[in-house]
């Protein structure tokens, strides 16, 4: 396994898979990689010869209140991770490689898909999405990049990006990587108390609750509110819980597949999770 | 040569040259070709081993009063002048190709360098460029793209969304094409009258004169006023003449390499041209 840490290197070391046509694999991280991301590693190495994994914490997708100096920089233990799992280049490059002075000028903007749930929260954050995604697929040029479904609206953006820019891959999305208490797998886990990691699970209960309710024929609005009022009693501070169709339509009635998502707060630790629930006719 | 109408098509065209590793050059066009492009298409060729030429009217860089459904199609003639030249395959697509029902969300969006000269004239027009160079650009994945001088602009635009978007290729800026009495080749020249085609070369004529003017040490300001006026007194609508440095940086002085900019109009016609100055320190 190779680490390279400039553009130039990574084009030299994929240089010869490339001349040799090999399927190039791409899964992009901000590092600090648990589980969730190794499993998005093993998918590419079945689908792949080579694989890249990118390690960035990216300045441009953060608000100015969010936590990008604090985000965890582990490369060291990261690398041992991702040797294991067959990981063939990281590429961690610094933040002057993908920002370099006097000023990147370009904005890839993604409209429709990023008016809700993080889109309103987080103001911005898919804009610098949008921008890393498509720079890195550009210097990678993989054949097929891996992202995982716990940020579903995030596949929904870079499909949506990949698809009107003609971007020559095609974008993989791997289910979400769970603890055995059902808690999606995020880097930001790491910042709960052992109290709050608890209650965390909630999350992913209640949104399994809430399916059973809505196969049971409760009216979605009404499901929506038990799912709201089920966190705020576990100790949550909700930020949205909602409901859309796969493509991000808006929706009222459960009378097609929907996707519940949850986005809400433990103390400082913003969490999110999301479930797809199948419609059946009857 | 081949011409393709779907991006699947060409697609399977450029397989064999992909898979052989050859150099693909590419030439974006509306169509409706002249000396200018076909010296585009010559410079491709020299440098390159396969030559693709898109001709594509792009809906999303004219202005609501602008001329995109009087724009001339001239495919056939096209088609000619691409073979005689030894373009490999014509790309001509519908405008359903490459804007999608239900909706093409996604704007490449480029600031600084757009807000002025036909960025500040015809709003929207670089987000439209923008979009469809990436777009195109994804879709053919050249080696090499060309560009003629003459949109200067437009050059600088797309160097750096190239640039920021780590897109893996080169762009290529080639001199503007000249009728003998100094008129720029432009497929709106077809719009002038007689007598207009009589009075059009009067702009390349008074950026020679500005040069030497510049060259014998009166004043930028100066230069423009005598500029604008000339051109006034010929029958132009001016649009702007202004001065900025070649990465389109505001300057007041000639104490660099500066270039000139034309934009005017006569009757409904608008041309623009410009003209690199060199600072020869003394």
């Known amino acids: 396994m190779k680490t390279e840490t400039t553009i130039h290197g990574l084009a030299a070391s994929l240089h010869p898979a490339r ?24 998918e590419a190495k079945n689908l792949c010869d080579i694989v890249v994994v990118s390690i960035f914490v990216n300045p441009t997708q953060f608000g100015p209140n969010e936590d990008f100096d604090n985000y965890p920089r582990t490369l060291e233990q990261d690398s041992h991770l991702l040797a294991d799992v067959g990981c063939d280049i990281i590429f961690a490059p610094t933040v002057e490689q993908l920002y370099p002075k006097p000023q990147v000028k370009t904005k890839v903007l993604v409209s429709g898909v990023t008016d809700m749930l993080c889109g309103h929260s987080r103001p911005g954050h898919f804009d610098g999405v949008a921008l890393i995604v498509t720079k890195l697929l550009n210097i990678v040029q993989p054949s097929y990049a ?44 790491g910042y709960l108390t052992a109290e709050q990691r608890q209650i965390a699970p ?13 196969h049971d024929g409760i009216a979605l609005a009404d499901v929506l509110e038990t799912l709201k009022h089920t966190l705020c009693h576990a100790g949550f501070e909700i930020d949205y ?42």
Chains 1, 2 share one sequence.
């Open 241 to 282: 819980v909602s409901a859309y169709t796969p493509d991000l339509e808006h929706l009222t009635q459960f009378d097609q597949d929907v996707v519940l998502f949850v986005a809400a707060k433990l103390g400082e630790t913003r969490l999110i999770d999301n479930l797809k629930v199948k419609f059946i006719a009857t």
């Open 19 to 42: 001349s040799a046509r090999k399927l190039i694999g791409f899964v992009p991280t901000m590092g600090n990689l648990h589980e969730g991301h190794l499993n998005l590693v093993r």
């Open 202 to 214: 909630t999350i992913y209960q209640s949104l399994l609750a809430a399916e059973t309710q809505l």
């Open 146 to 189: 891996f992202f995982g479904q716990k940020d579903f609206q995030q596949v929904v953006v870079v499909k949506q990006l990949v698809h009107d820019l003609n971007m020559p891959l095609e974008i993989i999305a791997v289910p979400t990587t769970r603890s055995a208490d059902g808690l999606a797998l995020s880097s930001r886990n």
